[in-house]
């Protein structure tokens, strides 16, 4: 009763499913990662850590960090990458997270909480790349789309240079 209460409570509140990335999902994260320069990587509500170790292990020169709502989530993810050099985890809301500084954010959470992500980092001004598992952006169009089981939608996104953005939607 508590380990459900622990992993399940949180997203009661976010509305996000507690589905994992797939495996083809993840691969396909790792064909547009740079492994010849440094980069900051967040998985923005981690789950149990496996696309965070799934990378990191592939990308040495990246730094890749999970937040994590749920304290049993949390707690896991930090030992499925403990070994990982370059990963760490924290408990939190990625809603008071300071998302400015990361390259490449991930999440696959809900339309709702992506909605909600996306008008967070517009507030940050954040400067990267946006990729959504499988609920794409109602307000803009995507840059790129992998589909597959898990569709990936990726946003370039640059908030201080606003108006090259047109709020339209791509089929
Ligand atoms: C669908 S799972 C995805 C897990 C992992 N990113 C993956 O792709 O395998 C979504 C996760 O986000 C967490 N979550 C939901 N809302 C969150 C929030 N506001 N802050 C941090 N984590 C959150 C949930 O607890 C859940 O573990």
Redesign the pocket.
């Known amino acids: 009763m508590i380990l459900f209460f622990l992993i399940f409570f949180?997203?009661l509140f976010?509305k996000?499913?507690?589905?994992?990335?797939n495996f083809e999902a993840i691969n396909q994260l790792k064909t547009f990662l740079p492994s010849d320069q440094d980069f900051k990587f967040l998985?923005?509500?981690?789950?149990?850590g496996?696309?965070l170790k799934a990378l990191s292990s592939e990308f040495p020169k990246g730094s890749f960090e999970g937040?994590?709502?749920?304290p049993l989530?949390a707690l896991f993810a930090t030992f499925l990458t403990w070994r990982s050099q370059n990963v760490r985890v924290k408990l939190?809301?990625?809603?008071t997270h300071q998302l400015k500084n990361y390259d490449y954010i991930?999440?696959?959470?809900s339309p709702v909480?992506h909605a909600m992500l996306y008008e967070y980092l517009e507030k940050l001004g954040f400067q990267g790349t946006l990729v959504l598992?499988s609920f794409p952006l109602d307000k803009i169009a995507h840059d790129l789309k992998i589909e597959g089981k898990q569709t990936l939608f990726l946003y370039k996104l640059n908030f201080t240079d606003k108006d090259l953005r047109l709020p339209e939607k791509k089929g």
Not at 16 to 21: K, V
Not at 67 to 70: D, F, G, H, K
Request: contains cysteine; hydrophobic residues 45%; aromatic residues 12%.
């Open positions: 949180p997203a976010t996000a499913p507690i589905y994992l990335s998985d923005a509500g981690c789950g149990t496996r696309v937040i994590e709502l749920s989530l939190g809301t990625l809603f991930y999440a696959f959470l909480a598992n």
